[in-house]
């Protein structure tokens, strides 16, 4: 899990606004919180044993501003990731063979990209070995209203899935996720450090992330609720491509919807779609 992680949230231009500089603005209010939640400016050290450990050092965030000669409508209706251009909207560190190392960089990085229409884009890349999506949302929040910051964990795991239908699937995960406790949890955690943290297999591996619940599009800078609030790219490090995200969204009528893009191999993506055309069938 050394890896950064993106996030954009797209937001128009709010006529109560008028002459604030949304980078500045977002600048200070960012400034504020880490002065509470001070480890987020520090740097990753690695112990004996590949240990992470957080110096408070103080040495800050990066963030950086920038212009755009476009509007949030250029943008189309964005229900899920990738973001159009999403390069040009978040700051990536140098990589070295491929890999962004996270080891002795700064933790978070932040970039407000303003729009000619008056709007902006904020996008963000968080150091995944200390916050994940609703801890960055918490930490950004926290700078504007004052909020407790928080961080989750999440777990993955796997079942004998193929002895039935995909209803017969997602009635296993559900059932092994209720099952997972933070005894569980620290159990995993000690296992992975004696058998010297190796990577997980990612051969026939099918990785869900589901972000619905992390509050991208609640973060409010003044400017109103954002038009689009998610991760950037699909998959992240190592998982990019692989990646599926669950993520909320609203459709043309303003509904609430949940939007669950599937990546797979074309030859499973074929059946996929074969179990879901008749899951639905049954359904209506």
């Known amino acids: 899990m050394r890896f950064y992680s993106s996030g954009i949230h797209l937001y128009r231009n709010n006529p109560a606004k008028e002459g604030k500089d949304p980078a500045m603005v977002i600048r200070e209010a960012l400034a504020k919180a880490l002065v509470l939640y001070y480890p987020l400016a520090g ?83 968080v150091c995944h070995c ?58 995993v955690a000690d296992l992975m450090v004696v058998a010297g943290r190796p990577p997980f297999v990612m051969s026939r591996t099918y990785l869900v992330s589901d972000v619905s619940h992390a509050g991208f599009k609640s973060v409010d800078f003044g400017w109103g609720e954002a038009v689009y609030g998610g991760p950037a790219k699909v998959g992240e490090g190592p998982f990019v491509g692989v990646t599926n995200y669950f993520s909320r969204a609203k459709n043309s009528e303003g509904e609430q919807s949940v939007v669950v893009p599937i990546c797979l191999p074309k030859d499973a993506m074929d059946k996929f779609q074969l179990e879901v055309h008749a899951l639905t069938t049954e359904l209506i």
């Open 130 to 187: 200390v916050v994940d999506a609703p801890g960055g949302m918490q930490f950004e929040k926290a700078g504007f209203y004052g909020n407790a910051f928080a961080f989750s964990v999440a777990a993955t795991t796997a079942g004998e899935l193929g002895g039935g239908d995909l209803g017969y699937a997602l009635g296993l995960v559900k059932k092994a996720k209720s099952a997972v406790t933070y005894d569980y949890l620290q159990s």
């Open 43 to 125: 740097r990753l050290r690695e112990e004996a044993g590949r240990k992470l450990v957080v110096e408070c050092t103080g040495q800050g965030v990066m963030f950086a501003e920038a212009d755009a000669d476009l509007t949030a409508d250029d943008f189309g209706d964005v229900q899920s990731p990738p973001f159009p251009c999403f390069e040009q909207f978040i700051i990536e560190s140098t990589t070295i063979a491929g890999i962004e190392p996270v080891i002795d960089r700064p933790l978070l990085y932040f970039q407000v990209t303003r729009l000619r229409c008056g709007g902006f884009v904020f996008g963000q890349r």
